[in-house]
């Protein structure tokens, strides 16, 4: 199972782009990338998730290189409200995601 | 549309204990998993309920123990409670065991 490493803070100011770059130097060919946001004493919220290249939606940007070892995820203009822990997770889409491994994820901490 | 809610919110045990905690999966979803997270850590697998039966199981002992019912609500069952159980019990819900999970707001668990 493809094991992820990510920054352990980061800290950003309200209005600018954070990217947090996850490391996943194992990745298998049939994983998928997927990055959750969670809130302290809230469960998890589903981000985003990709397999190659770039995917973009609503809330985030995420950018694969042509290797798949890292990922980053972009939020684009944070604001206060962004500040939570994000996980970047890797795992088998076909039956597999019985094994998702959170790792210990990114404190992101927005400033004003 | 109605989310992942549990119950209860917290619970105190005492060591040796047994404790049921249960969920109820958001409409439409027949897959639930359950997640421990320890207070400043990532959450970590315990198992997998996909239509009934159990389809995974993270690194956790027998005495960790569920249920899937026909309505796919699901209980999460610990036996022999040790001090270590302490942690905040997450369940996710999910479509045919997509990688896109929604969690609910976890059941805080405190073994004294």
């Known amino acids: 199972l493809a094991k992820t490493t990510q920054p352990i803070s980061m800290d950003s100011y309200e209005g600018q782009e954070v990217n947090i770059t996850c490391s996943h130097n194992?990745?298998?060919?049939?994983?998928?990338i997927t990055w959750y946001q969670q809130f302290p004493s809230q469960g998890p919220r589903f981000i985003i998730q990709g397999y190659k290249t770039k995917v973009t939606n609503e809330v985030a940007s995420l950018f694969i290189p042509a290797d798949r070892k890292s990922s980053t995820l972009s939020l684009p203009r944070v604001s206060l409200s962004d500040t939570a822990v994000y996980y970047c997770?890797?795992?088998?889409?076909?039956?597999?995601?019985?094994?998702?491994?959170f790792g210990s994820g990114t404190k992101l901490n927005v400033k004003p | 549309e109605t989310g992942v809610t549990q119950s209860p919110t917290h619970l105190i045990k005492t060591r040796g204990q047994q404790v049921t905690l249960r969920c109820s999966s958001q409409?439409?979803?027949?897959?639930v998993s359950w997640y421990q997270q320890a207070l400043g850590q990532g959450p970590q697998f315990i198992f997998q309920y996909y239509r009934e039966e159990e389809n995974g199981r993270g690194n956790f002992p027998p005495r960790f123990s569920g249920l899937q019912f026909p309505n796919y609500s699901s209980e999460l069952n610990v036996n022999a409670l040790e001090l270590d159980d302490s942690a905040l019990y997450l369940c996710?819900?999910?479509?045919?065991?997509?990688?896109?999970?929604?969690f609910g707001p976890g059941t805080r668990l405190t073994v004294t």
């Open positions: 996710a819900s999910s479509w045919e065991r997509d990688y896109e999970q929604y």
């Open positions: 997770l890797v795992g088998d889409v076909a039956y597999n995601f019985n094994k998702f491994y």
């Open positions: 409409s439409g979803h027949n897959t």
């Open positions: 194992n990745i298998a060919t049939n994983d998928y």
